[in-house]
């Protein structure tokens, strides 16, 4: 049998506890993005005039809303985004500062700052051109280390652009695919010539392909190709035709696709009086929207290059 042992039961007396001293801080575990759109709105309209002597292009409204509201909206979904580069001719700058007066607090209120570049242009004999202005911006911003858009500002895009924006690592370049069955648009267009989900030629001139997908002024691209830009104008690369520079693009380095659903309307470019009063027909009368989010995403590879 153990013996018992007796213990005293006098109490102890109460720990003191010291409050915990805060942790250091410590960096982030991953860098964190620094996601640009620049957008391209320094052209003068001139198919689009006389609407276009007083109001800019992308400022014109459809539905009540400034064509250049919608994109805008669909970017406040883009997590990764930090700021907005707009270029603009010297001649409508006022009125795009203006614009952006009214846009900024919305932007701000989602963490998106919002900038108006004017390129000093003051006539259309004198404008850059799409990859003249890209040009201009990043000589302004510099390269963004996680890539960027790089849009237009004259389309409305009749789908949710945030699953393609939001799956976009910066590793590689995008652009999307979209099926034009009008082959009088087609010839206006960059016609893009695939393999699976990788652009292999990107067409200007279209006659004799029989793909019928086009690629918008709207592209994801990463730092690397960023930097070709200013090369490929010193090289004497045509500044007007954003396709010459993909096509360059599409041969030195991987440009991806996403083909979206073989349904027409999912873009509205309005680059004409003609193009303009289809666009508010068809925006008055028909769904904002004409694909999911769901519907989008499925068009995506299962993981982003």
Not at 143 to 161: E, H, Q
Not at 242 to 270: E, I, S
């Amino acid at each position: 049998m153990v013996p018992s042992t007796t213990r005293s039961l006098t109490p102890s007396p109460p720990l003191k506890l010291e409050s915990p001293k805060p942790l250091p801080s410590l960096p982030h575990p991953f860098p964190l993005p620094t996601v640009k759109a620049f957008l391209l709105c320094a052209g003068f309209g001139t198919r689009m005039r006389p609407l276009t002597e007083d109001t800019p292009k992308s400022l014109v409204h459809v539905a009540g809303h400034p064509l250049l509201d919608y994109l805008t909206d669909e970017l406040t979904a883009w997590t990764a985004l930090d700021s907005i580069h707009v270029a603009v001719n010297h001649q409508d700058a006022p009125a795009f500062h203006d614009w952006a007066t009214d846009r900024r607090p919305e932007l701000e209120a989602e963490g998106i700052a919002l900038h108006i570049h004017d390129d000093g242009v003051q006539t259309p004999e004198d404008q850059l051109g799409s990859v003249g202005d890209l040009g201009f911006l990043l000589d302004q911003v510099g390269v963004p280390s996680d890539g960027a858009l790089v849009s237009g500002g004259d389309s409305l895009y009749r789908f949710p652009l945030a699953p393609i924006l939001n799956a976009y690592t910066g590793a590689t370049n995008r652009g999307l695919a979209l099926h034009e069955p009008d082959p009088e648009r087609r010839a206006h267009s960059s016609v893009l010539e695939l393999d699976g989900h990788v652009v292999t030629e990107v067409l200007d001139d279209p006659t004799g392909s029989r793909s019928t997908r086009i690629c918008p002024s709207w592209l994801l691209l990463s730092p690397d190709a960023l930097d070709t830009v200013r090369p490929y104008l010193d090289d004497d690369g045509p500044p007007d035709t954003l396709g010459v520079f993909l096509n360059r693009l599409a041969r030195t380095q991987t440009l991806h696709a996403t083909p979206l659903p073989k349904q027409k309307d999912l873009r509205l470019h309005c680059n004409t009086l003609d193009d303009l009063e289809r666009a508010r027909r068809i925006v008055r009368s028909e769904p904002r929207h004409v694909l999911d989010p769901e519907t989008v995403e499925n068009c995506l590879p299962l993981r982003e290059p």
